[in-house]
Nanobody
Framework: QVQLVESGGGLVQAGGSLRLSCAASGIIFSINAMHWYRQAPGKQRELVALIFSDATTYYVDSVKGRFTISRDNAKNTVYLQMNSLKPEDTGVYYC?????????WGQGTQVTVSS
């Protein structure tokens, strides 16, 4: 059974940093692309960053230069280092992966950035 468990969210002032973690189980982690999404209040869930099995990364324009996605295949964990946080980064952050066309989501972790 695929499980994704996020952690690391919290309340931080603008300009601060947080590091999110997502521990995966039930998948061959090293071959899976891993994604971070976020959902702000009243808005649709959006892709923030993704990392492929070869460590190639993608970022949405709004976080380029501030966020870094990385993975540790030995720990089956993907990370999202978030620096220079802004109030508009506030939302619930979700980890996601796909296995044979089926999407799996974690429970989400709340990130709140105060101005």
């Amino acid at each position: 059974q695929v499980q994704l468990v996020e952690s690391g969210g919290g309340l931080v002032q603008a300009g601060g940093s947080l590091r999110l973690s997502c521990a995966a189980s039930g998948i061959i982690f090293s071959i899976n692309a891993m994604h971070w999404y976020r959902q702000a209040p009243g808005k649709q869930r959006e892709l923030v960053a993704l990392i492929f099995s070869d460590a190639t990364t993608y970022y949405v324009d709004s976080v380029k230069g501030r966020f870094t996605i990385s993975r540790d295949n030995a720990k089956n964990t993907v990370y999202l280092q978030m620096n220079s946080l802004k109030p508009e980064d506030t939302g619930v952050y979700y980890c996601n992966t796909q296995v044979r066309g089926v999407g799996y989501w974690g429970q989400g972790t709340q990130v709140t950035v105060s101005s």
